[in-house]
Every structure is written in structure tokens, then in C-alpha cells.
């Protein structure tokens, strides 16, 4: 289980995140949510060890990680997708994912890991990770690096941004995939709603606080309730 305790985290005078509590429990898909300049990517970044917290601390299954960097924090399992996926010149998506799992990897068993996120081996193992491809196929990309490395929790932040329509529907169908067969916890930060329905729990975020955490039934109603008032 994943814990967050008394988080705080201030830039330019301005209060990020304040007092944030927190529990991710085990093998759970979670949504967080809510308006720009919450602080959900600060959140997820100090998860990761990207951003250090000013106060409160972060434990994992009982070790206390706030201070670990991001490589050690990664050798405990935990995996960090960017919203905007990062371009690799001269390495192959072979190349990337024999990478991601840290070992040995065979052809076969990366062909099956690219079929898991929508992508032909033939066509894309031999790919180089640059501009040539779309911001749909680096994101599977990126998807498929976490599933070779088989962390325990996995964070993507607005994987659905500069995506199509059309990889965004594979994206969501990715995501349900993930939420049957894996037994990585997995954190995602969203605004649509076709992802807020695949959540077992949502964390709805304002002001750098957690408003509302819950089942997707529970909070799903309270964002929806909020709306209709806004809109009487």
C-alpha cells in the first residue's frame, strides 16, 4: 500500500499542495481528477520522487521512500509515464523495451507485450522512437515499456493529451485491459469520463487538496451533482 502523509509542497509563494492524506491500496485501478492547477501532476511527481515534498512524507508498504530518488523508487516497483512521452533518437522500440525490463528479452515476448497495447511486432519493433511516430503510437509505446517492467504501481499523467479520437478509444480499451489482467496498482490523472468509468476509485482534487475520495459510484454522483447546480 501506497500512504501519503501530510503533504505539503509550495512554489512562488503559492501553496501547490496542502496537507494532502492519502491511501492507494493494492491491485486497484485509480482516477484522479479535477480542474487545471489542482495539483494532480504535483501529486503523481512526488509519487515518483520527481518532486520532493517541503513537509509530510511518503511510504510504501511500511518503508518510508521520501527521500529516495527516482531510481531507487523505481527499483521498488514504481513506474511514471509522462504526458507527453519522450523521444529516443537512434533506439529502437526493441531496443526501449529489452530497457524498460532490465534483462534479457526475446522477440516473442516483445511482440506479445506490443499486441497488449494495439501494435504489430513486424511493424514496429525495428521502429526508431522519434518523430516519425504518432503522439497515439508513443503513447502505446510508453504503456507497453511500463508493462516489460512489470512495476507493482504504475502512474500516468493525462495519458489521453495530444492523442486522436481514434487512439484515444484504444487508449481506453488499453486501460480496461490493464484494470482485469494486471496486478499493478495503477494511477492515472484524467478529465474524461470514459476513463473515470473504468476506476475503482477516484480522487477528485481543487486547490491543492483532496476534496473527495471514494468509490467511482460515490464520487462520479458528487462531480455530477456539482455540474447540474452550476448550471441551474
Request: net charge negative.
Amino acid at each position: 500500500m501506497l500512504e501519503l502523509k501530510n503533504i505539503c509542497f509550495t512554489r512562488d509563494n503559492k501553496n501547490i499542495l496542502a496537507n494532502v492524506n492519502l491511501k492507494i491500496e493494492n491491485d486497484k485501478f485509480y482516477v484522479i481528477t479535477g480542474p487545471n492547477g489542482s495539483g494532480k501532476s504535483t501529486l503523481v511527481k512526488m509519487i515518483m520522487g520527481i518532486e520532493l515534498p517541503d513537509s509530510g512524507s511518503i511510504w510504501l508498504d511500511g518503508k518510508d521512500i521520501t527521500a529516495l530518488s527516482i531510481d531507487k523508487r523505481a527499483e521498488l516497483g514504481i513506474s511514471f509515464a509522462f504526458q507527453t512521452p519522450v523521444l529516443f533518437k537512434g533506439i529502437t522500440v526493441f531496443d526501449l523495451l529489452k530497457i524498460s525490463k532490465g534483462g534479457i528479452l526475446k522477440s516473442s515476448e516483445a511482440a506479445t507485450i506490443l499486441s497488449r497495447v494495439g501494435l504489430n511486432a513486424n511493424e514496429y519493433l525495428g521502429r526508431e522512437i522519434n518523430n516519425s511516430l504518432s503522439g497515439g503510437e508513443l503513447k502505446r509505446i510508453e504503456i507497453a515499456t511500463v508493462l516489460a517492467r512489470k512495476g507493482s504501481l504504475t502512474i500516468f499523467d493525462e495519458p489521453e493529451a495530444g492523442i486522436d479520437l481514434w487512439s484515444f478509444n484504444s487508449l481506453t480499451e488499453i486501460f480496461k485491459s490493464l484494470q482485469g489482467t494486471s496486478k499493478t496498482t495503477n494511477i492515472v490523472i484524467s478529465h474524461q469520463e470514459r476513463i473515470l468509468n473504468i476506476a475503482d476509485e477516484i480522487i477528485l482534487m481543487e486547490h491543492g487538496k483532496i476534496k473527495l475520495a471514494g468509490t467511482k459510484e460515490k464520487v462520479l454522483e458528487s462531480i455530477f451533482e456539482a455540474e447540474e447546480a452550476g448550471n441551474e
